[in-house]
Nanobody, 128 residues
Framework: QVQLVESGGGLVQAGGSLRLSCAASGRTFSNYAMGWFRQAPGKEREFVAA????????YYADSVKGRFTISRDNAKNTVYLQMNSLKAEDTAVYYC?????????????????????WGKGTLVTVSS
């Protein structure tokens, strides 16, 4: 089992920044590719970003490319999502996920169906 706990969400004005964290416990964190997904009110869950086991492979949704950066610190069992130039349409609950499959596989799983482990999410609200 892997337990995932997200933090760092909150209310921010458009154009601002937030950094989300996802702390993992349980099995060996570095064995897992990690992903961030989000779900806005009334919408389906969607892929945001993914990172490979060692951090060398990173993948982004087109909607966040150039604004968001995913990173991980395997010594701290934590994955991060730095979000810059936030827009109102970034408002959502953000979830992290862990999976034994490669990060590029996560990136093609646009809804996150079937991924191994999920956190409970953290709410990001961007005011316009």
């Amino acid at each position: 089992q892997v337990q995932l706990v997200e933090s760092g969400g909150g209310l921010v004005q458009a154009g601002g920044s937030l950094r989300l964290s996802c702390a993992a416990s349980g099995r060996t964190f570095s064995n897992y590719a990690m992903g961030w997904f989000r779900q806005a009110p009334g919408k389906e869950r969607e892929f945001v970003a993914a990172i490979s086991w060692g951090g060398g492979g990173r993948y982004y949704a087109d909607s966040v490319k150039g604004r968001f950066t995913i990173s991980r610190d395997n010594a701290k069992n934590t994955v991060y999502l730095q979000m810059n130039s936030l827009k109102a349409e970034d408002t959502a609950v953000y979830y992290c996920a862990a999976d034994l499959r490669p990060a590029d596989t996560i990136s093609r799983n646009l809804g996150g169906t079937g991924l191994d482990y999920w956190g409970k999410g953290t709410l990001v609200t961007v005011s316009s």
